[in-house]
């Protein structure tokens, strides 16, 4: 497959991230982190990057069920979602282990898994914050060039968000 083209894959899906991260409900931010997600996984898989791709398969399964927290299905509510996707990301790495950089995205997945269990979209945005800076290395590694500019406008655009939604929040010295 042509590496321009799985870079345009990628490339696709900033259009979404950045979207989502200045969404003001947590609703908003996990529909347009999915979509981001479907066109990230296509792109891992293409440049066999595998650790990657389940990581965003696991991101896509979180925010399935944390939506249908969101409209009311008391099953999505339970903690053990957290845990048990948790516990996969980590099963994932112990069997695709190839070296430190493959645990780089599962720390960043777990953390994110953690900030989306929030409610409230101003910790949600500080958890993935760190999320995408952890993310960065693995994406050089991999040579996810839009991976890498992915991750940069993620920690912008929440930035940016934290900012406009969230300062006021912030008890000042």
Known sequence: MNFWF???????????????????TRKSILVLQSINIVFFIAHYLLLSAFIGAVMCLIVLGRNI????????????????????????????LAVAWTG????????????????MWHDRPADIRFYMLISAIIWIPYTIAVQSYSGLLNQAVATIA???????HDRREIPLP
């Open 65 to 92: 069920v944390l939506y249908l927290k969101d409209k009311g299905k008391k099953w999505a509510s339970h903690p053990a979602w957290f845990y048990a996707l948790t516990l996969v990301a980590v099963g994932v």
């Open 100 to 115: 430190w950089i493959s645990a780089l995205p599962v720390i960043g997945v777990s953390i994110g898994m953690y900030g």
């Open 158 to 164: 929440i930035l940016i968000g934290m900012y406009r």
């Open 6 to 24: 799985i870079q345009a894959i990628g490339a696709v899906a900033l259009i979404f991230v950045f979207f989502s991260w200045n969404a003001k």
